[in-house]
């Protein structure tokens, strides 16, 4: 946990959970206080598998943080939720949320634009789901949201993405060098279906950053500092959360 000096320097905070089968007040009152006893309290959360009862109860109890889900309409058990921090962001006004439904399998892609409210930055988030059911699923479902973030030249996507994207975008896994105590995001560490993917800052002198349409001053790049995992002390469901922080770095 970063102390109130570090804050000083502009970041980004995401916190990302799949909380499934996580029904119980006691459960639920523990990822509230993780929120909430943070320094600063993460800038974005994105949350799996959540109910409507779950939603429902978060969102009473988080009043410093705005909602972002479409599960609940669609008329679906679980989905995922983006939170925001209002505190530090504000949802854009020329990028609102939206989401993609997947021409197969299960799942969607939520995301929208947050603005910074210091630095006045804008960047996208994203939340996804990877039907892992056969590989020409997870492979189509990989190549719709690569669609969608075609056109970005910022964005952290989080989520159930396990091997999705492997090798191609660039994974906050690898940039610290997966360590073994961040080797699974499951208690049985069997698995680790959660990742955080992300577009590092470009070195501005780079081919890539010419061809990457970056002259718009209101965007920013993010640069990695570190990746933990967050519910090792107090478990708060069946899987482990992952916390990554990105220095903000103004183009």
């Not at 000096?5 to 970041?11: A, D, F, M, S």
């Not at 056109?151 to 999705?164: E, T």
Request: proline share 2%; glycine share 6%; aromatic share 8%.
């Amino acid at each position: 946990m970063e102390n109130k000096k570090t804050r000083l320097i502009p970041y980004i905070k995401t916190l990302c959970i799949n909380i499934e089968d996580l029904s119980a007040r006691d459960k639920l009152n523990v990822l509230i206080s993780t929120i909430k006893n943070d320094v600063s309290g993460p800038d974005v959360v994105c949350l799996t598998e959540v109910s409507e009862s779950a939603f429902k109860y978060l969102s009473a109890s988080l009043d410093d943080y705005v909602f972002f889900q479409v599960f609940i309409s669609e008329e679906e058990e679980t989905g995922s939720v983006i939170l925001c921090n209002k505190k530090t962001f504000a949802i854009s006004e020329t990028e609102p949320p939206y989401y993609f439904d997947y021409d197969q399998g299960k799942g969607r892609i939520m995301g929208t634009g947050i603005v910074h409210q210091t630095t006045g930055l804008t960047f996208n988030i994203l939340t996804a789901d990877i039907d892992h059911a056969t590989d020409d699923v997870r492979d189509r479902q990989f190549a719709t949201l690569a669609k969608v973030i075609k056109n970005m030249d910022n964005y952290v996507i989080m989520g159930d993405l396990g091997k999705a994207g492997e090798g191609v975008l660039k994974d906050a896994w690898i940039t610290v060098g997966c360590p073994t105590r961040l080797a699974s995001t499951t208690v049985n560490m069997q698995e680790r279906l959660t990742r955080i993917l992300y577009a590092p800052n470009l070195n501005s002198n780079s081919n890539a950053n010419a061809n990457a349409n970056l002259s718009n001053a209101r965007k920013g790049g993010l640069n990695l500092k570190s990746l933990s995992l967050v519910g090792t002390k107090h478990q708060i469901g069946t899987h482990y959360g992952l916390e990554a922080l990105f220095q903000i770095v103004k183009k």
